[in-house]
């Protein structure tokens, strides 16, 4: 499987651009990342994904790299409800099926 | 609002103890996953099912199982209960096998 890594924490301020990088070195072409977010105990969202193109949604936008080596989820306009831990995963396939492997994500903190 | 409903949200038995949890996904959704997330393992994928049928296996003990009925409702079952089983079990579902998912609100087991 594919394995990501994320910084464990990260602060924005209010109304600025927040920006989470996440490291999918070994990553396989067939292999899309994908981006949640868990608020406290909450379940977690899903926020985008993307294969090689950059996307854009009404959350959020994802970079990926050319080599998709790495991507980074940027949030445009940071509000104080953004705070939450962001996971970035990368979906892998198994001999059973599709598998979702979550890291310890990073938690972003948004400052007033 | 996810439409991903989960039943009981709290539930609090002893060791040794038997439960079941159950989900109900979006209108519409034929996949439902189900996951665990304790304070030192982080959010762990445990099953999936997908119209019935299991797809997609994890790290799920052999005292766990579920199953997803004709209607598309989905219960995990636990059993021999142990203190460290004592976790947030979340339940999402998506409409095939994409990485798309909708987690419920899960459900706290404390086991004592």
């Known amino acids: 499987d594919a394995k990501t890594t994320q910084p464990p924490s990260m602060d924005c301020a209010e109304g600025r651009a927040a920006n989470l990088p996440c490291n999918h070195s070994?990553?396989?072409?067939?292999?899309?990342v994908y981006w949640y977010r868990q608020i406290h105990s909450q379940g977690p969202q899903y926020i985008i994904h993307?294969?090689?193109n950059n996307e854009t949604n009404e959350m959020a936008s994802l970079i990926i790299t050319e080599d998709r080596k790495s991507s980074t989820l940027i949030l445009p306009h940071a509000t104080l409800r953004d705070t939450a831990v962001y996971y970035c995963?990368?979906?892998?396939?198994?001999?059973?099926?599709?598998?979702?492997?979550f890291g310890p994500g990073t938690r972003l903190s948004v400052l007033p | 609002d996810s439409g991903v409903t989960q039943t009981p949200k709290h539930l609090i038995t002893a060791t040794g103890q038997r439960v079941t949890l159950r989900c109900s996904p979006r209108s519409g959704d034929l996949s439902v996953y189900w996951y665990q997330q304790s304070l030192d393992q982080g959010l762990q994928f445990l099953i999936q099912y997908y119209n019935g049928e299991e797809r997609a296996k994890g790290n799920i003990l052999e005292r766990f199982s579920a199953q997803q009925f004709p209607d598309l409702h989905s219960e995990l079952n636990l059993s021999s209960l142990e203190l460290g089983d004592s976790a947030l079990y979340f339940c999402?579902?998506?409409?095939?096998?994409?990485?798309?998912?909708?987690f419920g609100p899960g459900t706290r087991l404390t086991v004592t």
């Open positions: 995963i990368v979906r892998s396939w198994d001999n059973y099926g599709q598998n979702f492997v």
């Open positions: 999402a579902s998506s409409v095939g096998t994409s990485g798309e998912q909708y």
């Open positions: 070994t990553i396989s072409g067939n292999e899309y």
């Open positions: 993307g294969l090689k």
